[in-house]
């Protein structure tokens, strides 16, 4: 029976001696927020034992009541944010999340040469480019490996190891609260039983809307497609489609073509054009993507040279976080500087073109399927196939058409014609089948 | 419609503006071999048109039958590798493969004070920290993204981003010409058709020991656990188990058990004692693992915070591989140096217990699965399952018996007890059941 002793320790202690590198101090961490990952982030750091990263201060609002009595002696808890901002700090970990205050510390912490690690993924997608200059010019760095898919290192992974590739497809599960929403409803569960599940387990806020709205892996994809595709857009271009309107009859009509229903967030580059969305989406049952259960995060790169390569596990969640958070930390201490990726600016200009999957609720009568089939026609937009299961009362009847390959824009039409027909109970639901 | 100009390009012309780094001059590189990895990394440099990465000399035996028209005007073709090494070249990547002479050329590198990147995972696996060690007191770089999985980024994905965790468990499918074999075999085909069309394919050499006889995934999985549980061990503890011995016959058993068989490379530290093994295995086909499909790649780590987190994609190939080494080169070229992993010498002293699949063979007569299960009884070993498919004459009938979690050496004995009866067609098979 071997000892490993020391081996799951922090310490660095390697066998690749560096010169010099054992005199310097450990870098003092200043943590902001103090939430499920702010004290995963402390828990590890005191389970570590490391020498090369000691927690100094801990700042949250109403601090008394956040005190624990496992973490390091000798922190400075504090709910005097400038207090912090003016320490020996050498790194601010920012896991207050939102565009304000957090980006006024974030940028204060900057100005004054201090790091900053992130797991602020809104803060990122809007202000990253300037956060990174405004680093640059000061001599800190800025890591946010935290803020896309939690403990799945896709970040690190695109810098270190994709950095050589031309990624022209991103393709990913980047919300683990709707995807736990999608995956329960899957099974059977109605949307308004989980959502209060997903609220009572912390997956989801009192206001579902940043999540269930597509807000939240709008800002995700977003940060993927500078780090991926090597553009900077801005993210409310993006218009994301909620998944409220999927209910219990689309995850029955998903399963006999051979589908489930995920919140996809996706984004390509063909002859130099752009097209970027975040949607419920009919995603094949072989698909990698519909393997993702509960919170789970999936993201597949398609590169030119590469192919696909696919990440995925816990995007969510306090400690899957924190490991990527102590991963920048450990990056920081290391002297490991990000690999810088080119972008530019750029707008979106194209529109997928994908089968579409679009659910009607009618009042049924005689005619409908022709009227809304010739509407269809007029757009050139062809019809793969027409299903309707039995056991649905004729006043409420959902039914479901599938078309061909179609662009989005030629789709809206088309919806814009048919909505003005007086048979629908409820608006049609249109979702994009992911091929 | 958005016009993205140069976002393809690898050109450092960053909106991160670092002070000083575009006064740099570019980093010359020099590669080792000109094979199928060799022209990629040449390609792809010289597509992408970078201002970081110049290829300045080519080494190959032979090379005047290997020149290209494609390559960047002005590097040198040479068989001269003496030259080569006391060149001004800055980095060396070595893409001979093997122990000698490529180690060799290596470490006359690094004493030299250059850096080298490699994709040699024999030479990282048996001889990683010497070299390492000889690196950081020349002042230079050891970089070998490309050694294990190819074009997948797991060794900068630990190395960046699960640094901060525990790392407890890895299970991987780490040779794409075994992948290749067990899948196609999965179809149908039978085990010397397959090999014969990855040799024709160029998956796999004319004496396929390494990768058959699991030499090849054991260096990887040596590499890995230096990385991910940071315990050193000599490769050659691993006793691999070649897939040479599974046939159409154990597909077929496998699958009526829910199963698929693959060569699993896999290892775990619990209570401080470590197991690790490469072998073909049953895989539920619930499991991700039983996904992969041809020569893909795939790693799965589980993290005591940030639990199982799956990377997957192209394992080998020029292409991928190619992504993986540029990708190392850049991140030179950055300044971005690697997060020391520390890592202590160890020794396998555990074993996996695991449930077993042990396929007989025999010459029917009465009285056979008596005496087996009665063997097995003595070794405190519990049948899960006796499967006989009809089909198969009396005389070379082929039947499966299932049991419980048991240690290996429990089950070697038994078998040894078993090998002993006169039915034998041949030897029994015993795989193990990875749950």
Same mark, same amino acid.
């Given at each position: ?318 400690? +899957?976080?924190? $490991? #990527?958070?102590?991963?920048?930390? @450990? *990056?920081?201490? !290391?002297?490991?500087? %990000? ?26 009568? +005689?005619?409908? $399927? #022709?009227?809304?089939?010739?509407? @269809? *026609?007029?757009? !050139?937009?062809?019809? %793969? ?51």
């Amino acid at each position: 029976m071997s000892e490993i002793k020391g081996a799951a320790s922090l310490k660095v202690q390697s066998n690749a001696v560096v010169p010099g590198s054992s005199a310097r101090r450990p870098l003092r961490i200043a943590l902001f927020g103090f939430g499920t990952v702010g004290s995963s982030v402390a828990r590890i750091l005191s389970e570590s034992n490391s020498d090369v990263l000691k927690l100094t201060h801990i700042f949250n609002r109403g601090v008394a009541r956040k005190r624990v009595e496992w973490a390091p002696a000798g922190v400075v808890w504090t709910e005097d944010a400038e207090a912090v901002l003016n320490s020996d700090a050498d790194v601010i970990v920012e896991l207050v999340g939102g565009l304000d205050p957090a980006g006024n510390w974030v940028r204060r912490a900057l100005e004054a040469g201090k790091s900053v690690v992130t797991a602020n993924k809104k803060l990122i997608a809007f202000h990253g480019i300037e956060l990174e200059r405004l680093a640059a010019a000061k001599g800190g760095h800025l890591k946010y490996g935290a803020a896309v898919a939690g403990g799945i290192p896709v970040i690190p992974g695109l810098e270190q190891g994709l950095a050589g590739d031309r990624i022209e497809r991103i393709e990913g599960i980047l919300n683990g609260t709707c995807n736990f929403i999608l995956s329960k409803m899957d099974e059977g569960a109605e949307y308004a039983t989980v959502l209060a599940e997903a609220q009572a387990k912390g997956y989801a806020e009192a206001d579902p809307t940043e999540d269930v709205g597509g807000f939240d892996a709008r800002a995700k994809l977003a940060i993927l497609m500078r780090l991926a595709l090597r553009v900077v857009v801005d993210p409310e271009e993006i218009k994301p489609q909620a998944i409220t309107s999927v209910s219990a009859v689309d995850f029955s009509y998903a399963r006999d073509l051979g589908c489930t229903v995920r919140q996809i967030a996706r984004a390509h580059r063909t002859n130099g054009s752009l097209a970027a969305t975040v949607a419920p989406m009919l995603v094949d049952l072989r698909s990698p993507l519909a393997w993702s259960r509960g919170t789970e995060n999936m993201v597949v790169f398609t590169g030119h040279y590469g192919g696909d390569v696919v990440f995925s596990g816990h995007g969510a969640g306090g400690h +899957p976080t924190a $490991v #990527a958070v102590v991963s920048d930390l @450990l *990056a920081l201490a !290391h002297d490991s500087r %990000r690999v810088e990726i080119p972008s530019v600016p750029a707008r979106l200009g194209a529109e997928f073109e994908v089968p579409h999957y679009i659910r009607f609720t009618v009042n049924d009568r +005689p005619g409908i $399927v #022709a009227e809304i089939t010739g509407v @269809l *026609a007029r757009e !050139h937009i062809n019809i %793969r196939a027409i299903v309707q299961k039995p056991g649905y009362p004729a006043h409420a009847l959902p039914f479901v058409v599938t078309v061909e390959p179609c662009k989005s824009s030629a789709m809206e039409r088309a919806l814009d014609g048919i909505r003005k027909m007086d048979c629908h109970i409820s608006d049609p639901l249109d979702l994009q089948m992911l091929e």
